[in-house]
Nanobody, 119 residues
Framework: QVQLVESGGGLVQPGGSLRLSCIVS????????MGWYRQAPGNQRELVVT???????NDADSVKGRFTISRDNAKNTVYLQMNSLKPEDTATYYC?????????????WGRGTQVTVSS
């Protein structure tokens, strides 16, 4: 079993910053990538940013230059630094870990943390 636990969400004013954290535990051998997705009410879950074991980053155009992902492999933790937040960033943010063993990959998800950007 793999468990992902997010923290760090909350209410912030436009232009503000938040830092999300996600700790991954359990049978985590074979983690290929970790990252963040988000889902706003009425919308599908969408990619925010992911980072592979090799350090390759894949981020959405909407967050380029504002959000930064980092990971601490020793702590099995991934972080999302969000700056210059906008109301349209309001969503539930989900941590993701993609684990690949041989030719089979599985996505694991946290329960989500709410981010609300409002004045």
């Amino acid at each position: 079993q793999v468990q992902l636990v997010e923290s760090g969400g909350g209410l912030v004013q436009p232009g503000g910053s938040l830092r999300l954290s996600c700790i991954v535990s359990g049978s985590i051998f074979g983690i290929y990538s970790m990252g963040w997705y988000r889902q706003a009410p009425g919308n599908q879950r969408e990619l925010v940013v992911t980072i592979t074991n090799g350090g390759s980053v894949n981020d959405a155009d909407s967050v380029k230059g504002r959000f930064t992902i980092s990971r601490d492999n020793a702590k099995n933790t991934v972080y999302l630094q969000m700056n210059s937040l906008k109301p349209e960033d309001t969503a539930t943010y989900y941590c993701n870990a993609r684990i690949c063993v041989r030719d089979s990959c599985v996505n694991y998800w946290g329960r989500g943390t709410q981010v609300t950007v409002s004045s």
